[in-house]
């Protein structure tokens, strides 16, 4: 059901068998997890708040080397047992890399994660890893060993060889982190060289068991009918004024181990594989802290990352990073259409002065390297209280964030509270979403997830042209909606306006299509942040709603915005992005 089977590795012994070792992480691998204040519909039809964890495998969850040797008869199991390792090598072993000597060992070398540190949803505060080694004994594996100087992130890989003697070697990288838990910086980069002698000799060969035929897989239980709904989306187009949008799904605040706080979020690597096989996104952001802590190479080796992984037509790695100022500034993460472009310092916070005018310096930056941002976490401490916006720069604002709460507005669903799990600091209700639509500000919604959670937060775009530059140009007209499913959202003026626009109408009217991945529980029309339309499907298991509404009592003489709200019975949401009608 879905595991996690990466970094193979193959290798020939002295006895001439083939030995293949790769990764594997759990069952259902990036499906649904992350922590959820999830509204849930009770059986008066009133809609009650709970928390729950749906049950996939987090991307860096869980992770363990699985290793097969080449028989006459077939492939035989060489276990590598978890309770066998020493108490501190049982969880996080990866990255495998295989070599014969000419003494008849097979050594397996291993990157192992050395500081955990956990909450109970696997973030950490900062990290580190090392390299490990252990030989096949013909009947037993010795103890491991660590390698010297082999500290460094998550993805360093060893390159493994043999001399002409047979003398097994490894190379290996290390960025000299120290072991401190609370902070790890990388340091100087170097290679180290050493031999690999320090074992047993071999005993008798002694096979494993064979390998039999995997059994059927049985069904997926998180996302059943994702390929139909995926497919779904895609497929949907709108007219408008003679051109064609199309809907592209995707992630705008993911993060890897680069970021000191992405311990629980894998490398680069599993960021593309979850955004490509797992999620089927069309478009991905690394949004590391200022790419890296302002590390040259760590921003060199992400753009890197954004150029390997984009196939035209198919999928795009987006430019850009997480720029993370506590509040009022607030956490924004920045876009660019171009590579290139330097993260921009941050403040001292222990000077008023520089903290005061912070956001314009963000704003005069985005101007000269043409970039946007959107703000997240923004009814915390990592948010804002919305004293400064500029609507070419900030289009677009992450509403709701899979990996903590909604901060669409107080007492909505999925609302971030006093009473939710303090993740980015204390609660800060000034800073909803709500309040910037008060003041004025022209703000689309976007979905994205942050540290741990996946597949529960969806960026979607209604763009013409799916290049870099297509997407941030329909963001920066807030053709976007917010979803936390694979919903489907159309939401017009008639054919005056799509979501995002502003129009005039002396009568409001409007065209609304949910196609939902369960039953719906509700389509709500809201008219400046006060419900003015509930539609509730007659039919309890219908999963869509295609409706045309006028506002019976628009207010007149003044721009009000309109927007979405669906929420289906298994308590997935989505939220169009507001429309701005003046009605004379």
């Known amino acids: 059901m879905g595991h996690f089977n990466a970094h193979a590795a193959l290798a020939v012994d002295a006895g001439g068998r083939l030995w293949l070792a790769w990764d594997e992480g759990g069952p259902e691998w990036g499906k649904d997890t992350g922590y959820f204040w999830h509204p849930t519909l009770t059986l008066d039809g009133h809609i009650a708040v709970k928390r729950f964890r749906e049950r996939g495998t987090g991307l860096y969850e869980s992770r363990w080397i699985q290793v097969r040797v080449r028989e006459k008869d077939g492939w035989h199991h060489v276990p590598l047992i978890p309770e066998r390792m020493p108490a501190e090598l049982q969880e996080f072993v990866e990255l495998p890399a295989l070599v014969a000597d000419s003494a008849g060992r097979m050594w397996l070398l291993f990157r192992h994660r050395t500081c955990r540190r956990p909450r109970e949803d696997g973030w950490a505060a900062s990290g580190r890893w090392d390299m490990w080694a252990l030989a096949w004994l013909g009947h037993e594996w010795s103890a491991p060993v660590p390698l010297p100087d082999s500290g460094g992130r ?134 590391d802290h200022n790419m890296g ?118 007492d909505a669903p999925l609302a971030i509270d006093e009473r ?75 054919e005056l306006a799509l979501m995002g626009d502003e129009c005039a109408m002396s009568e409001p009217s409007f065209d609304i299509v949910v196609v939902g991945t369960a039953p719906l529980a509700e389509v709500t029309i809201l008219r400046n942040g006060q419900v003015v339309h509930r539609a509730t499907p007659a039919d309890k298991n219908a999963r869509s709603v295609h409706l045309r509404w006028t506002d019976p009592q628009p207010e007149r003489r003044k721009t009000s915005y309109y927007y979405v709200r669906t929420v289906q019975r298994d308590g997935h949401m989505a939220w169009a992005s507001p429309i701005w009608v003046r009605v004379d």
């Open 154 to 287: 998550n993805d360093m890989r060893a390159a493994v060889g043999t001399d002409a003697q047979g003398t097994a070697w490894v190379a290996y990288a290390t960025d000299h982190r120290p072991y401190f838990p609370q902070s790890m910086p990388e340091r100087n980069l170097s290679i180290t060289l050493c031999s690999l002698v320090a074992a047993p000799e071999p005993g008798g060969w002694q096979s494993g068991a064979p390998v039999t035929p995997a059994p059927a897989l049985p069904q997926r239980k998180v996302h059943a009918t994702e390929s139909e709904d995926v497919a779904r989306v895609r497929t949907h187009s709108v007219r408008h004024h003679g051109r064609t949008y199309r809907i592209y799904r995707g992630d705008l605040h993911r993060h890897t181990d680069i970021s000191s706080d992405g311990v629980g979020d894998g490398s680069l690597m599993d960021l593309h594989r979850y955004a490509l096989d797992v999620a089927a996104l069309d478009f991905i952001l690394v949004a």
């Open 293 to 410: 802590n302002d590390r040259e190479y760590s921003w060199w080796r992400t753009q890197k990352a954004n150029d390997l992984y984009t196939v035209p037509g198919t999928f795009i790695s987006m430019y850009g990073y997480e720029r993370s100022v506590r509040y009022p500034n607030g956490h924004r993460n920045v876009i660019w259409t171009r590579r290139g472009h330097r993260t921009l310092a941050l403040p001292n916070q222990a000077i008023p002065a520089q903290m005061a005018r912070d956001t314009s310096r963000l704003y005069e930056y985005l101007r000269a390297s043409d970039g946007i941002c959107t703000a997240h976490t923004t009814a915390s401490d990592q948010g804002t209280d919305w004293r400064q916006w500029d609507g070419r720069l900030e289009p677009i604002v992450e509403l709701f964030q899979g990996y903590h709460t909604s901060y669409e507005m107080a």
């Open 420 to 494: 939710a799990l303090l993740v980015h600091g204390p609660y800060k209700p000034d800073g909803f979403v709500q309040e910037a639509l008060q003041k004025g500000y022209r703000l689309g919604f976007q979905a994205s997830s942050d540290h741990i959670a996946t597949h529960t937060s969806y960026a979607c775009v209604l763009a013409e042209e799916f290049t870099r530059t297509g997407l941030v140009e329909a963001m920066r007209k807030r053709h976007t909606y917010a979803a936390t499913d694979n919903i489907l959202v159309d939401f017009r003026a008639r």
